[in-house]
């Protein structure tokens, strides 16, 4: 089956610092990675998203970053505020993201002041 | 205002009981799921519809049931045959680019969580 892996399952950041989440994934055939954020209660929202032939993508605090040698990509929070305490899945699809997500097991971060 | 809707919110249910959950959509999407969450499981796909009148399996489609009768709505039914249906369930939509089967950017409803008595 194919399979997402995601890491940390949680993370504490203090106020300012940098969240780290890490992904790996199998299947070379995966070309598309999107990062979804989910407050508790709600129902899950796509954060930022990249293909691999870029290394890097960033949208304001969020970056994410890929190697596609490793087959590993990750998503960096900087200046992390309270705000952004939520649970983050990643995700992969093929088919220049035409077929169906494979979800990460998901990471819990908090931000403590 | 667009969005998705699902209802109930919570949802309980007795042991061999069917329950439907509800999922309406007004974003005009073609494709549509239905993901089951866990805790430190993240979210799996139960089943999904690309088309009204047409819908495919999913990862753990096993105990449940699905209809796509309009474009705007995608019930899914848990039945009794659902071993360990206690779980938050989550409706999800997209569009569909022609040529190609479903979407990448999905748009969740807010979730129904089911527990059985």
């Known amino acids: 089956q194919q399979q997402v892996k995601q890491s940390p399952q949680s993370l504490i950041v203090q106020k300012g610092g940098i969240s780290i989440i890490n992904c790996a994934y199998e299947?070379?055939?995966?070309?598309?990675f999107p990062w979804y954020q989910q407050f508790p209660g709600k129902g899950p929202a796509l954060l930022i998203a990249?293909?691999?032939?870029?290394s890097e993508k960033k949208e304001g605090r969020f970056t994410i970053s890929f190697n596609k040698s490793a087959k590993q990509f990750s998503l960096h929070i900087m200046d992390s505020q309270p705000g952004d305490s939520a649970t983050y899945f990643c995700?992969?699809?093929?088919?220049?993201?035409?077929?169906?997500?494979?979800f990460g097991t998901g990471t819990r971060l908090t931000i403590i002041p | 205002d667009g969005g998705i809707t699902q209802s109930p919110k919570y949802l309980f249910r007795k042991e061999g009981q069917n329950v439907t959950l509800s999922c309406e959509q007004n974003?005009?999407?073609?494709?549509m799921y239905w993901y089951r969450q866990d805790p430190g499981q993240g979210l799996r796909l139960i089943y999904y519809s690309q088309i009204v009148n047409d819908f495919q399996k999913g990862d753990i489609a096993e105990g449940y049931s699905v209809s796509r009768e309009k474009k705007e709505s995608f019930p899914l039914t848990v039945t009794s045959a659902q071993k360990n249906p206690t779980a938050f369930y989550l409706c999800a939509s997209s569009i569909v680019v022609p040529g190609h089967l479903i979407s990448s950017e999905q748009f969740f409803g807010p979730g129904t969580r089911l527990t059985v008595l």
């Open positions: 995700a992969a699809t093929s088919n220049f993201g035409n077929e169906k997500l494979t």
């Open positions: 299947n070379t055939a995966f070309d598309y």
């Open positions: 974003l005009n999407h073609d494709a």
């Open positions: 990249i293909r691999p032939d870029v």
